[in-house]
Structures are given as C-alpha cells and as structure tokens.
C-alpha cells in the first residue's frame, strides 16, 4: 500500500486524479470511504477523473458510460467491460492504495 494523500485532502463525490506506481487512478471520497479506480474508460480510452460522480458512480464525459464505484462494472453504455478497482485502506487520516490489488 502506497500513501496517495491525506483524507481530508478529497473533496466528496469529487475526482481526485493521481498516479501510483505509473498507473494511472481515479480516487472518489463518499463520506469516510474512497474508491480508488483505474482512470481510463474501458469503452474509449479517455480520463474518468474528468468525469463527473453522480449517484450511480464516476461518468465519463466523453460518451457517458457510468462506472460502478465499489465494482468498476459499467452501468450505462456504450462501455460493457469494467474497469479496475483497488484496494484502499484509510489509516490516521492517510489513504493508502494498492494498485496490485483488484477486485475484478
């Protein structure tokens, strides 16, 4: 686990785009958790961290796909594969990710 920042640094429900160990990823606070994803589209290969969070997850702005937070799946076309999704550990107000670590 790599030490990104510290919590109270994330906006909630806003993108947090950064880079762990050259992979490019998307944080996402929603209240005391953070969802850290791979920060490319799977459908058109552009920036999630450009996008914008609604409640059904973080949206590309390019054609629209909505991504799931906690799975990566898409939720809207015109993406039909997910994206990565990576462990997070928030420790005394630190969030830590893990970009060996996915969940699908």
């Keep these: 686990m790599i030490r990104v920042c510290a919590l109270s640094s994330l906006d909630n429900r806003k993108p947090f785009q950064t880079e762990i160990d050259d992979v490019a990823v998307v944080l996402v606070r929603d209240g005391e958790r953070v969802h850290a994803l791979a920060d490319e589209c799977?459908?058109?290969?552009?920036?999630?961290?450009?996008?914008?969070?609604?409640?059904?997850?973080?949206?590309?702005?390019?054609?629209?796909?909505?991504?799931?937070?906690?799975?990566?799946?898409?939720?809207?076309?015109?993406?039909?594969?997910?994206?990565?999704?990576?462990?997070?550990?928030?420790?005394?107000?630190?969030?830590?990710?893990?970009?060996t670590v996915t969940t699908n």
């Design 42 to 99: 799977s459908h058109a290969a552009v920036s999630l961290g450009e996008g914008e969070v609604s409640r059904k997850g973080i949206e590309c702005w390019l054609h629209g796909s909505c991504f799931d937070l906690e799975t990566g799946k898409p939720s809207s076309p015109p993406a039909t594969e997910p994206v990565d999704v990576y462990a997070v550990d928030i420790r005394d107000g630190d969030v830590f990710v893990d970009v």
